[in-house]
């Protein structure tokens, strides 16, 4: 089993950035895929961003590609996202998941493991 933890969260204005951090438990952290998701208020958790076990491949949202960055370090247990130019629309809680294939999936049901969340605010 894998356990998350989200980090980094908080408010910013737009144009601004955070980095999240996922930190995670397990030996077997290297060999899963990981991956973003977000859920803002009255909304459907969607898909933002993942990483396969060796960070060779990543996958973004179109909302998001160009502006964030999803990265891993196997050595810590921890994968990140870089989120630059932010925009109110990306408010939202933030949620770190575990792929156990290692592949990396834009739909949640192929993760295991979640996170309890990071909010991030951005004001206009």
């Known amino acids: 089993q894998v356990r998350m933890v989200e980090s980094g969260g908080g408010l910013v204005q737009a144009g601004g950035s955070l980095r999240l951090s996922c930190a995670a438990s397990g030996r077997t952290f290297s060999s899963y895929a990981m991956g973003w998701f977000r859920q803002a208020p009255g909304k459907e958790r969607d898909f933002v961003a993942a990483?396969?076990?060796?960070?060779?491949?990543?996958y973004y949202a179109d909302s998001v590609k160009g502006r964030f960055a999803i990265s891993r370090d196997n050595a810590k247990n921890t994968v990140y996202l870089q989120m630059n130019s932010l925009k109110p629309e990306d408010t939202a809680v933030y949620y770190c998941?575990?792929?156990?294939?290692?592949?990396?999936?834009?739909?949640?049901?192929?993760?295991?493991?979640w996170g309890q969340g990071t909010q991030v605010t951005v004001s206009s």
């Open positions: 998941a575990a792929d156990p294939s290692g592949l990396g999936y834009v739909v949640e049901e192929k993760y295991d493991y």
């Open positions: 990483i396969n076990w060796s960070g060779r491949s990543t």
